[in-house]
């Protein structure tokens, strides 16, 4: 540990005085230092911990090094049992090289290559993934939404079967005069779009896996994402007699769906149109089965969030929450350059980097009235799997947080004139940020791509589906309109790391960061959150949220 915090010195000191400087004068980012939110991340991005996998002893370092931090801030641990953390117990299933993996359809073998047409991944424990010669059946985009009058299953018996999905929402590339047009919000996606979503309704309907065919546009992220293999699967320990997760998840690439129908006898872009429809109906998938036989290694681990408070001085036990995942996908296969730590900087490190910074500012002012927990969780890159056991087992009772401040992917590139707002039309936090991103001469765009879901891709979500108000800071929901270079620079931005750098290798840390727009996002988290805490006001959802009746 002192070697860390050596290098945080000196990472502090090594950026140059310029910035340090600037941060502590009134620009938009003070009080937020971008050195620091920089060292801290250099810190956490570092070789030393090694993509900060749970359950790993670089995932143990991650988590002292910021009770360490929390600790010199002088704030008090907010975990179980009076201590720094809460355990999140995890089993981490991993697949390994194949026997067979193939589907059999029209009398033909249709061999599959891992990483290229498909990522298979188990979140069921045991030492082998075996289904032999599995029917398979297409059920649109696998939607069972009673509420919205669209059922896609119209009751099939997935038994023993494989579902093959479309991703994200019936509504995703409907066209004017569809019969569903409008009914899932239109392109904005809902949480039925989700992959967990459809994993968790194929899981339900007893389907032994479950495929999901991959868009680049529907999905939100390439192929190189959804074919990340890296660490395995992780799932929550489950309770004896609970239902048993999938014996195979996984992605296949479009180029293998579209060979796989055709093969069946079947035309897989005139079955999208019909799965735009609420009259659809789950289609078998001509004499199509599939089959793989893999050895499995499966492990019980335990992980730890890290919670950290500032007790309110009038109002103690209310809270106000704000929080990062310190975890990434860790040590994986060599990309082109021969790397495999994917060291996960931007994604989450600078978020961490970002609390951090709040808990720092928070603890050298004034006392606030209202309490604020400072949250680091584990496993977000495995399913929110930190954030849910919290949410399922809160040291703070949910019915007391005010609201949930949440930070993820930060971007690098310098100065903004606007913030980006994920899923617009949420709650009454956005008026908050509306507020405070004036303050700086700043203003509020919504998400520009709400069809790729990220309301519900972060931890705040784990907290959102509970009722507790929430606000996501995500630079990949659209390309914010940066000082220098406009738009254009802000979507070149978003397009370079999401096509080049998300979830791999060169997620790194580097010196020729410009973090003054990450510090500058940062300080409106500060803002809003001091505004808040030193109010009677309990925020609220809008009428047109799917979450305004769970408070």
């Known amino acids: 540990m002192r070697r860390d915090m050596l290098l945080l010195g000196l990472a502090v000191a090594g950026l140059g005085s310029s910035v340090g400087v600037a941060a502590r004068s009134r620009h938009a980012w003070a009080p937020i230092d971008p050195a620091r939110l920089s060292a801290i991340t250099r810190v956490l ?56 993996l193939a589907i059999t359809v029209g009398g033909q073998v249709l061999p599959l290559a891992v990483g290229r ?29 009673k509420e919205r009058g669209w059922d896609d299953y119209k009751g099939v018996d997935l038994r023993g079967k494989i579902a093959v999905f479309l991703v994200n929402d019936p509504d995703f590339a409907a066209e004017p005069g569809e019969p569903v047009a409008g009914r899932f919000g239109g392109r904005a996606m809902t949480y039925y779009g989700r992959w967990s979503y459809k994993y968790e309704e194929a899981e339900r ?77 789950p289609v078998a998938i001509g004499d199509a089965r599939f089959t793989i036989d893999a050895p499995e290694r499966s492990e ?25 995942h310190w975890d990434a996908f860790g040590i994986g296969a060599p990309d082109a350059q021969g790397r495999t730590i994917r060291p996960g900087a931007s ?36 399913g929110l799997l930190g954030s849910e056991t919290y949410a399922l087992h809160p040291v703070q009772p949910l019915g007391t947080v005010v609201a949930n401040f949440t930070l993820d992917v930060l971007q690098t590139a310098g100065l903004a004139r606007d913030v980006v707002l994920v899923g617009a039309g949420q709650n009454d936090l956005e008026d908050d940020l509306t507020r405070a991103a004036a303050s700086q001469g ?37 390309g914010q309109d940066l000082v220098k270079g406009g738009r254009a620079a802000g979507n070149a931005w978003v397009a370079d790391y999401t096509g080049r750098c998300y979830h791999q290798p060169c997620d790194a840390w580097s010196p020729d960061w410009d973090l003054r727009g990450a510090a500058s996002d940062v300080a409106l988290v500060y803002r809003m959150g001091l505004t808040i805490a030193n109010s009677r006001r309990w925020p609220h959802w809008r009428p047109t949220s799917e979450f305004r009746g769970l408070r």
């Open 45 to 100: 991005a570092s070789d030393a911990y090694a993509g900060r996998a749970p359950g790993t002893p670089a995932g143990e370092r991650s988590v002292d090094y910021i009770i360490a931090r929390f600790k010199a801030l002088g704030l008090k641990p907010a975990g179980e049992k009076g201590g720094w953390t809460q355990k999140v117990p995890l089993v981490r299933n991993e697949i390994g090289t194949p026997s067979r």
């Open 117 to 145: 047409e498909i990522a298979p991944k188990t979140a069921r424990p045991g030492t082998r993934v075996a289904i032999d010669a599995a029917p398979m059946v297409f059920v649109g985009y696998g939607v069972a939404a």
């Open 205 to 281: 309907r007893g389907a032994v896996g479950a495929l999901i065919i991959h868009d680049t546009a529907a999905a939100g992220y390439g192929w190189n994402v959804a074919s990340n293999l890296a660490g395995g699967t992780y799932d929550v320990v489950r309770a004896p007699g609970a239902r048993q997760a999938l014996e195979l998840q996984s992605w296949i690439s479009a180029d293998l769906a579209r060979t796989l129908f055709s093969r069946a006898g079947l035309d897989l872009a005139a079955l999208e149109r019909q799965a735009r429809s609420p009259d659809f109906r």
């Open 300 to 324: 019980r681990i335990e992980s730890r969030n890290v919670l950290a408070r500032l007790d309110g001085r009038k109002y103690p036990r209310e809270a106000l929450m704000f929080a990062a």
């Open 347 to 382: 994604d989450d490190a600078l978020g961490v980097a970002g609390v951090l910074e709040l808990a720092r500012t928070f603890a050298a002012g004034p006392r606030p009235e209202r309490s604020l927990i400072f949250a680091a969780w584990t496993a977000e890159e495995r």
């Open 442 to 478: 700043r203003v509020v765009t919504p998400d520009s791509e709400p069809q790729r879901g990220l309301f519900y891709r972060a931890d705040h979500f784990s907290f959102a589906k509970r009722g507790v108000p929430t606000l996501l800071l995500m630079s990949l929901a659209g």
